[in-house]
């Protein structure tokens, strides 16, 4: 029996065009991570924390920290520079022992996912300010002042991508910006190329510059903006949700230019309490069909729901365990 290739290899094959070995999964793109100086995700057991701005975080049991509801801290966009600092961690980071603490059990033979920034991209951080009725108010009253508080925070994120990628050495950078719900965007064509568009432009302009392959995460109906990612030069698109997005013809489009990485539907009938154990395994089997031919796939897939449901946590085991029987049978 043939060696395979190791996650790490395989992913970039994947990544950048060329045909992997055998299909990518979950152990490629989720082996992110980022300069630890930078984490707000809090310890163990506490339900409670701010972010590097202020930013007031509750932890939920089946999505993680979120923002706390109805407590913003920027309420009128034209007051922003009062309210939006640069965070003091960023002049504090000792990045030589920083990077060496981060990477010093970190297994060579997996993917270095990089993941360095000051927030969660550029619309979800407005939204994290303001919330969503007030961010999208902002964008529709106050573009300007929009753009340029989004500004500054993509000079911090440059400024911070330049170091981590000179300390860290990732394999790939991602950027993370859920500006799509399951329906469709949040934002219009013309307001996204207007706002938003530049500032994800700008900054995967400084992986390229680094020669690093580029990876964004939008969850929902995300395919009206495909194309300008794939102009932008991001060579992958994670999880591509399958509904109301049109992988099949996404990928016949831009075959292995862009990199389809998740393609299963973590909602839904999947969840459902009638849906039987084959019924899960065939749609694996199904999506890997459908998208794995000629390359430029990677399959991740779970059932949402709490962590400790014994129910999820069943059918994430036939998930997986079904992937792992036919991944290595389609190159």
Known sequence: MAEHLSIRDNYMRMITGEMPDYIPGMDGFMSGFGCSALWT????????FTDM????????????????????????????????????VLDEIDWELTSQRDLENFDPANLRYGMASVGNGYFMMLTYFMGFDNALAACVEEPDEVKDLLSFICGLNNELAKKFIYWYKPDIMGMGDDIAHERGTFVSEAMFLDIFEPMWRQEVAVWKEADLPAEHHNCGAFAPFVPYIVDMGFNGWNPAQPTHNDLPAIKAKYGRKLALVGCFESNGWVTWPDTTEEEIRAEVRRTCDLLAPDGGFAFAGFVMGLPDDPVCNERNGWINDEFEKIRYSYY
């Not at 995700?41 to 409670?48: H, I, Q, S, T, Y």
């Not at 202020?54 to 520079?81: C, M």
């Open 53 to 88: 701005f202020g930013v007031p975080y509750k932890v939920d049991p089946a999505s993680g920290p979120i923002p706390e509801p109805n407590k913003f801290i920027l309420t009128d966009v034209t007051k922003w520079r009062d309210v939006i600092k640069r965070p003091a």
């Open 41 to 48: 995700f809090p310890e163990p057991g506490v339900l409670e």
